[in-house]
Nanobody
Framework: QVQLVESGGGLVQAGGSLRLSCAAS????????MGWYRQAPGKQRELVAT???????SYADSVKGRFTISRDNAKNTVYLQMNSLKPEDTSVYYC???????????????WGQGAQVTVSS
């Protein structure tokens, strides 16, 4: 009942910026925590940033000061603004939301399809 569609990935030079978006659609009553993960080839999946329904944010040490997570509750969308990109940021980025579908009292985790971000040196 909930689908996540990511957009905004691409190729950028070191020092550049990209903005990822993840829009939730379907029949759901509420969204709790929203976040972004990334996974590079041969690497473990890493939590990049989270934002609560109240707007509290948390970031991995590797992206603090460079990335900003935000959300637009009216649009059911979470964003990741990535500035001062480095080659080591190259990865597939996945959005993740905790949402309660219509007709159930339970929350579930949902994942986006992934967006490739490539940073060239």
């Amino acid at each position: 009942q909930v689908q996540l569609v990511e957009s905004g990935g691409g190729l950028v030079q070191a020092g550049g910026s990209l903005r990822l978006s993840c829009a939730a659609s379907g029949t759901f009553r509420s969204i709790n925590v929203m976040g972004w993960y990334r996974q590079a080839p041969g690497k473990q999946r890493e939590l990049v940033a989270t934002i609560t329904s109240g707007g509290d944010t948390s970031y991995a040490d590797s992206v603090k000061g460079r990335f900003t997570i935000s959300r637009d509750n009216a649009k059911n969308t979470v964003y990741l603004q990535m500035n001062s990109l480095k080659p080591e940021d190259t990865s597939v980025y996945y959005c993740n939301v905790v949402a309660r579908p219509s007709g159930t009292p339970y929350y579930y985790k949902y994942w986006g399809q992934g967006a490739q971000v490539t940073v060239s040196s």
